[in-house]
């Protein structure tokens, strides 16, 4: 499952289609999914729509000649914030793959053109922050951010909080122009 970016406000599932077909030839099944965008709906209802495939997509793996328990998670930017929330949310999924995501939503709190669009509250920050989550399981993170990303997205950008005590970290090679961290319970 592979779920775009777009900071929640734009792009869609076209835009990301790109990352299916080399899976596919190596025999994976793979769904490039959508969701609603802000502002017309909130990041609590793409959350929900998300949760939602993902248990469609576990229900449903026989149709895709997808074997079952073996639902994995992959976005960018927003899309890895909403596959680690998945994590957080959704049994069936075996692992996440997220690049450059947030984890911590917090400090967007003080960036008003994402408040406007979101329409973030500390409240829901609390709620959305996939860093102040437990993981219902022991599914591994997988997570990865460029060396170019400013510094505060890349403080957003890794996990801490109730997920970094219930991870530990170890490192993984990975280009030079990445850093790419995995976390097992």
């Known amino acids: 499952m592979y779920i775009h970016g777009g900071y929640w ?11 299916a077909p080399p899976f596919t030839a190596a025999g994976y099944a793979v769904a490039v999914v959508n969701y609603a965008l802000c502002p017309a709906v909130g990041v609590e209802t793409i959350v929900a729509q998300v949760r ?8 449903h793996h026989a149709e895709w000649n997808a074997p079952a328990g073996r ?15 998945l994590l957080a949310t959704e049994p069936g999924v075996a692992a996440a793959m997220c690049v450059s995501a947030l984890y911590d939503l917090r400090p967007l709190l003080q960036v008003p053109s994402v408040v406007e669009a979101t329409r973030f509250t500390p409240h829901s920050v609390q709620a959305l922050s996939p860093a102040l ?8 993170l997988l997570t990865a951010i460029s060396s170019d990303e400013n510094p505060g997205f890349t403080c957003s950008s890794t996990p801490s909080g109730a997920v970094g005590a219930t ?19």
């Open 9 to 19: 406000r734009s792009l869609d599932k076209s835009d990301a289609s790109i990352v």
């Open 52 to 59: 939602r495939a993902a248990t469609w997509l576990a229900a």
């Open 71 to 85: 639902l994995f998670a992959c976005g960018h930017s927003a899309g890895g914030h909403l596959a680690a929330m």
């Open 133 to 140: 989550l437990k993981p219902l399981t022991g599914a591994p």
């Open 167 to 185: 991870f530990t970290r170890a490192t993984s090679p990975a280009p030079a122009s990445t850093t790419s961290r995995s976390w097992t319970r």
